[in-house]
């Protein structure tokens, strides 16, 4: 009988459910409807969209048509291991290993905003920190004080990118940002938020802890499309 040949993923991560998912877009929807009214926010991160006096277009449409992601807009999730489909060493044994098809909780800690993308910073449990896998060393710059991150600073769920903006773009950001924290560079400008307080790290590039954590329910999963 034909038992099938196994076929590695394009990438391995934790998939929002149906709920979680509504939620969160919904949480995002009002953070950038609220971001929208924020001149100093605008100024700093709408100017680098479009040069001089031409009309800004609303940052709810830059950042909330989510129709080319894989899977859709109704699809979220934080990648664990970028596969591509097996052309990268180990995929096989780690998809093995990874226990597929389990639920976890994730904690969403913070958010972050630049020109390019929106995203949910997610910080791993002891149990989910095994199964995330980035060499995060190697979005390093190669100039200026080698910073080397804490394993798993990188997860994040992509939750909108800018128009010809890819989504592998959003865990660049990420650690983009916290090597200027790590670097112990000062906020230019802090904005009070009822989620908690947005901090600008210059180049239209935000952070905002969150004083209370998102909850997330996840299944550990495939996407193959
Ligand atoms: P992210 O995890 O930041 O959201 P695509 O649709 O472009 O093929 O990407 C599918 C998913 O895999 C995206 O969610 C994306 O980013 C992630 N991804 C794409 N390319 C890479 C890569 N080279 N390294 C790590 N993650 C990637």
Sequence with gaps: TEVGLPVIALFYGWFLTKKSVDCLLEYYKSFLEDLQKRPLFLEETISTFTPGDQKLPPILDIYFSRSKFSGGRNLLHCTANFTDYGQTPGAANYV???GLGRAFKLQLTALFVTPRTVGARVKLSRAQLPLFNFDESVSEPTTGDPVTPDPGSRAHVTLGCAPNVE???????????????????????????DLGKLCCYGKGRWMLDLTKPIPVNSLFSGFYA
């Design 96 to 98: 093995k290993s990874s």
């Design 167 to 193: 989504p592998v773009q959003t865990g660049l950001d990420l650690m983009d940002i916290l090597r200027s924290i790590e670097g112990d560079e000062k906020p230019s400008i802090t904005l009070n938020m």
